[in-house]
Nanobody
Framework: QVQLVESGGGLVQAGGSLRLSCAASGSIFSIYAMGWYRQAPGKQREVVATIIDVDSTNYAVSVKGRFTISRDSAKNTVYLQMNSLKPEDTAVYYC????????????WGQGTQVTVSS
């Protein structure tokens, strides 16, 4: 049993910042990768940022230079620092984790709402 618990979402004005956190708990030996996804109303869920192992990161073009993903492997926690927020960043943000033992499997958090006002 693995659970992901997210926090840090909320309402912020354009140009502001938020920091999302996601902690994985349960029967975990190690986590191969963690990431953040988002889904805006009427749109498909999209990847925002991922981090594999210690420091291999990848970002969506729309957030590169504004968002930063980081990971505390010892705590099985991933963070998303969001700066220079825009109204188009408004979405439900989901945390995800990929475990490789006993077999590869993805887990998802419940989602946290981020609303950016203009």
């Amino acid at each position: 049993q693995v659970q992901l618990v997210e926090s840090g979402g909320g309402l912020v004005q354009a140009g502001g910042s938020l920091r999302l956190s996601c902690a994985a708990s349960g029967s975990i030996f190690s986590i191969y990768a963690m990431g953040w996804y988002r889904q805006a109303p009427g749109k498909q869920r999209e990847v925002v940022a991922t981090i594999i192992d210690v420091d291999s990161t990848n970002y969506a073009v729309s957030v590169k230079g504004r968002f930063t993903i980081s990971r505390d492997s010892a705590k099985n926690t991933v963070y998303l620092q969001m700066n220079s927020l825009k109204p188009e960043d408004t979405a439900v943000y989901y945390c995800a984790a990929t475990l490789t033992t006993p077999t590869p499997k993805n887990y998802w958090g419940q989602g946290t709402q981020v609303t950016v006002s203009s």
